[in-house]
Structure formats: C-alpha cells, structure tokens
C-alpha cells in the first residue's frame, strides 16, 4: 500500500486537526459533467487507493462514481456513474446516490451511500475490483441518512451507524446503532449519541451524523462525525469525535465538546451549500500514529485534513462531555 498523504502540522497551528495547505485536493469540475464534486470516501486498494465519489451534475442529479489514485492526492474520476449489477436481491431502484463510504470487510470492499427510494434511506453494495458493483436491499425504510459500517464484525453480526431522519433537510437527527446477520436483514437497532444541549456545545445542538468508518484503537472505537447547528444564517456543519465501547458500540466513552474543525477557510464558507465540513473518510496509520480525513467542504469539493490518532484520543477523553 502506498504511504498515507501526509503533511506535517504547520508552524503556528494548534488544533488537533490540521488542513492541507493546498486544499481543496479536487475542486468541482473534476469530470466535465460535474457541477461538484463532495462527500467522497476513500480506502486502500492495491498499490494504491480506490474511491467513490459523489458527483452533482449541471442538472445538479446526485450519483455515484469511482475513482483511483496512486498517491491519495491526485485522483482519476470515472467520467460515468458506477452502474449496479443485482446482488442479494432483484431490487435495485434508486431515483438518487450521494454521500458514500466505503468499507473492506473480510473479502469485500462493501459500500453505503444515501439511496433515494421513495425518500432517502441507506443503500449498499459490494465490489471486489472496484469495476463491478453489486447493490443488495436497503438498509432500512425511508428516511435515513449517514449509513456508516464497522470495519469489522461484532459478535458474529455487521454493525452500521445511522441517522434516522425525515425527507427533507432534517432538522433534527441523533445517531443510532444496527445489526444484521447476513448484509440483508437489519434490527436491534440502539441508540448511540442524541444531539448535546444548545448551552452545552452548542456545533452540535441540532442534529447529528457518522462520518468516517469507525477505527478500532486500543481505547475503543474512534469515530468522526458531523455536528450541526442552526444558526440565523442557517445550518453549520462541524468535525467531532467520540470514542465507542470496542464490544458494546452503542455505548459512548468519551465525547469531545469542542469541535475538532469548523468551517473557517473560504473554500468551507463559500460553495454550493455554505459553512459545511463534512467527513467521509480517513486513511491512517496506528504504527504511525496518523490520520488523513476527507472532507466535503462547502457540498462543493473536497479537501484533506490531518491529525496525529494519539493526541485525538487524548483531546476527546480531556474534552469529553
């Protein structure tokens, strides 16, 4: 695998994450159909890296595509939508894709995304060689959004985080915990993390979401997610951390109160939907004790964040709510 993108924190800096100094990594024409390019997730593929993208094209349709890349910072995105192949099930509608991740579990690289089927609910699908892609049921009934999958089984049964919602642009939304036995049937569903009081911390007083895979630390289980609040000026989307029970994941360790990154450079406050960092995926190294977080940032392009896992850790348990 190639090494991690990496970029050493920058004189003067104090946060526990830091941006890339030449973000975004892909602005929104990446491909010539694209109005933007956002909300992406990456993993480990071969000597290098694999991804899906969400691309809004200029008639602003939502839809998922591949992409590769030999270094994770210079990418080749599909010109076409990834087409669906029938998996475990004949039903593969979707009237919309947007806002996936991906996860290599066992022997397959496994993808959920946002799928609109009569309002959104959580789509998945599998892939071995990122060329053919096999959609399976839905998750769950309309609405949902957020659907994010553990790295690894727990208790012999897949585990994704969500955040049940409405059909519009919710607001309100806590995230919640399922199992499933099989990749099709999916319940005992628990709640993980409800939004914090506004007096409290108030980023994230409105609604919630997973964002990147879950990491397995020897803490517990490390998560960044998305916090909202809504604000005179409308929603402000920020990256928070938490830290899960490695063998009961809907209990909550610890929680940071402040945010680890808010909106505050031009190209997270201006865009197609302003004031948005919204975290997809991460590549990282325990042996190194590093992190690379793709974000979305303004629903607009993406762009590349950093931290060192031990110090995020620590920040989360000093911080926790």
């Known amino acids: 695998m190639a090494q991690i993108p990496w970029q050493e924190r920058p004189d003067g800096s104090n946060g526990v994450l830091w941006r890339y100094e030449k973000n975004p990594i892909i602005d929104r024409n990446g491909i010539p159909s694209s109005n933007s390019i956002f909300n992406s997730a990456v993993v480990p593929f071969g000597e290098g890296y694999a991804g899906v993208f969400r691309c809004d094209n200029k008639a602003v349709q939502m839809n998922i595509f591949t992409g590769f890349s030999k270094d994770g910072w210079h990418w080749d995105i599909n010109h076409e939508p990834i087409i669906m192949k029938a998996g475990n099930t004949q039903m593969i509608e979707s009237d919309y894709k ?35 892609f096999f959609q399976c049921e839905n998750a769950f009934l309309p609405f949902n959004r957020n659907g994010v999958l553990f790295p690894l089984k727990i208790d012999g049964k897949y585990a994704m985080l969500s955040r049940p919602s409405d059909n519009g642009h919710t607001p309100f939304g806590d995230i919640y915990i399922s199992f499933s036995p099989d990749m099709k049937y999916w319940g005992e569903h628990r709640c993980v993390m409800k939004v914090a009081p506004f007096e409290v911390s108030a980023w994230q007083s409105c609604k919630l979401g997973a964002g990147t895979v879950p990491i397995l630390t020897d803490k517990g289980w490390l998560i960044f997610y998305h916090g909202v609040i809504n604000t005179c000026n409308g929603f ?11 063998n009961e994941p809907n209990k909550v360790k610890w929680r940071a109160q402040p945010y680890l990154l808010a909106p505050s450079e031009l190209y997270e406050q201006v865009g197609d939907v302003p004031n948005v960092v919204f975290p997809c995926a991460a590549l990282h190294s325990l042996e190194e004790d590093k992190i690379a977080i793709y974000y979305g940032a303004a629903d607009t392009v993406v762009a590349l964040a950093f931290g060192h896992i031990s110090e995020i850790i620590e920040f989360t348990k000093e911080n926790s709510l």
């Open 236 to 246: 402000r989307y920020s990256i928070g951390s938490a830290i899960l029970d490695k």
């Open 98 to 132: 947007y806002d996936p991740r991906v996860v290599f579990i066992e022997d397959r690289y496994w993808i959920t995304w946002c799928n609109g089927y009569h309002g959104p609910t959580i789509g998945i699908a599998y892939t071995f060689d990122f060329k053919e």
